[in-house]
């Protein structure tokens, strides 16, 4: 299957992130379990109403049952989407890059899909967005950061 065909089969549209946002994760629930857990950055450098791609120096599992929320700033609002793993890789020494279904309800998904097209909308045009906190410098020194 080429690259093509698959992002044609997918449901929403993908925006890719350059510089990418940065967001806070953590888990929130393991099987039926609800936990809290400390917060970690993350790099979301995909975004779509129906999931996103992170980077990270955690290794993660890719486990349906593990329930991770983001909580990022995306046109000037607090959004918190709840998904899990489906898909990970090495891309460097101990820096990963994950993909992640959603878990959330219409109304948060509705929310996604307007955002995602004003952010594409800005994109295109080139406008400046402050409303989001875009991380422009080196990705490396984003996770030996540790503020």
Request: proline content about 0%.
């Given at each position: 299957m080429t690259e093509k065909t698959a992002v044609n089969q997918r449901r929403y549209f993908r925006l890719d992130l350059d510089p990418p946002l940065q967001a806070q994760m953590s888990i929130v629930r393991i099987k039926d379990n609800q936990i809290e857990s400390g917060e970690a950055r993350v790099l979301v450098d995909n975004?779509?109403?129906?999931g996103l791609r992170f980077l990270s120096t955690l290794k993660l599992p890719v486990e349906s049952q593990?329930?991770?929320?983001?909580?990022?700033?995306?046109?000037?609002?607090?959004?918190k989407p709840l998904g899990y793993i489906v898909r990970k890789s090495e891309l460097s020494s101990g820096l990963y890059q994950y993909g992640v279904t959603f878990t959330v309800d219409e109304e948060l998904k509705a929310l996604l899909v307007r955002m995602v097209s004003e952010l594409q909308i800005k994109f295109r045009r080139g406008t400046t967005i402050t409303s989001c906190?875009?991380?422009?410098?080196d990705v490396l020194t984003f996770f030996q950061n540790k503020e």
């Open positions: 975004l779509s109403a129906g593990v329930v991770l929320q983001f909580q990022m700033r995306l046109l000037g609002r607090q959004v906190d875009f991380y422009d410098g």
